[in-house]
């Protein structure tokens, strides 16, 4: 899972569909993350009932039993970010890298 923080716009921007286009791009680089490291949801732990209704309005769901936290998979993250997909699959190779005594992947 990947858990984004609450997002918040103050009150002389809401409305210009700032907040949209903030939540548009975590959501794309939460999409990239979970390519790299598995996370097959991104929950979210809205403040109160109108940050929640954006959530929803936005393809957030709520969690049973763990209200009023919301999640949307990466997969329907995924459907609307192609270019994504196929940025991460043309990212070059992992190397092996020394740091001391270990080796790493990067």
Known sequence: MILLGQ????????????????????????????????????????????????????GFRSLPLQEPRLLIPTKQLARYNPDILTAFKQRPELHEVAFGAQHFLA
Do not use: C
């Open 7 to 58: 997002l918040g716009m103050g009150v002389a921007h809401q409305g210009k569909g700032l907040g949209a286009a903030l939540l548009r791009d975590a959501l794309r680089r939460s999409l990239f993350v979970a390519l790299s490291i598995g996370a097959v949801v991104v929950i979210t732990d809205p403040v109160n009932e109108r940050a929640a209704s954006f959530y929803l309005k936005h």
